[in-house]
């Protein structure tokens, strides 16, 4: 199989989650934003990632992606058996996909208009390194107009999501039942960009958005996360040579 995805997007961190609680094999094929998107639409009528190949078939968005893996591998379960848990987890899921998503997003647009440092490894892999450095070296006045697109409000409701999920998961269990399924996982890929685990590689692992990142009410959230992450053996996988889309759920 291989997963067309954007290395840095939270929905194909999802794919990847997916994938490696099922224990598949996989390659990925990075996807740069622009002209790779049109390569992309030609193989499937898609310009966003995730998209996963699975021999002829082409499964698009991380939602799709889940339901193509538990059919392809049943074991272990990426949805409860029983059908009350079941909506539990796919409500939940939704939640995570939509309102989580979106202040996350913004939360960590805020942080990137404010840190050259982020703004540059967020920067696709096959971006030339004189352009990298441009975009690193940018004043912050130049790109403020993007920290002011999350308002006070904003971020404080996402906070306190946030505080609800960390006393939800304090005792390091998952979310719903006794095993993780797409309930944690849909959680946790939004957590990416708030705080990026060591998986983003050496020069995002530990870096997010300033006061949840580096606030110690957190902690125990990102713990959570990053045992989720070992307990369903989430590492980078093999890279193939960049093609390129764009990046959606």
Known sequence: MKL????????????????????LPYAVQEVTPGVGQVDLFRR???????V?????????????????LDSKAPEPPLLPGDPQERARALIWESWADTT???GARMALLQAVSQDNHLRKALLPQATP???RDVMGALPGDMVAGISQIFT???????????ERLTALVANGQPL???????TDIAVA??????????AAGAELGGRGVPGIADHPLFEPLFAWRDQLYGAVGRGEPARTPPSDPSNHG
Do not use: N
């Not at 719903?176 to 797409?182: A, D, H, K, R, S």
């Open 189 to 198: 890929a939004q957590l990416y960009g708030l705080k990026f685990p060591a």
């Open 52 to 68: 996963l190949q699975d021999g002829d078939v082409l499964v698009a968005g991380s939602v799709a992606i889940a339901r193509h």
């Open 176 to 182: 719903l039942g006794e095993q993780y399924c797409t």
């Open 152 to 162: 006070h409000t904003g971020l404080q409701q996402l906070k306190q999501a946030l």
């Open 4 to 23: 067309f995805q954007f290395r840095h997007s939270p929905f194909c961190e999802k794919a990847r989650l997916l994938l490696s609680a099922k224990a």
């Open 129 to 131: 390194a004189p352009l």
């Open 44 to 50: 499937s009528g898609q310009r966003q990632v995730p």
């Open 100 to 102: 989580l998503a979106h």
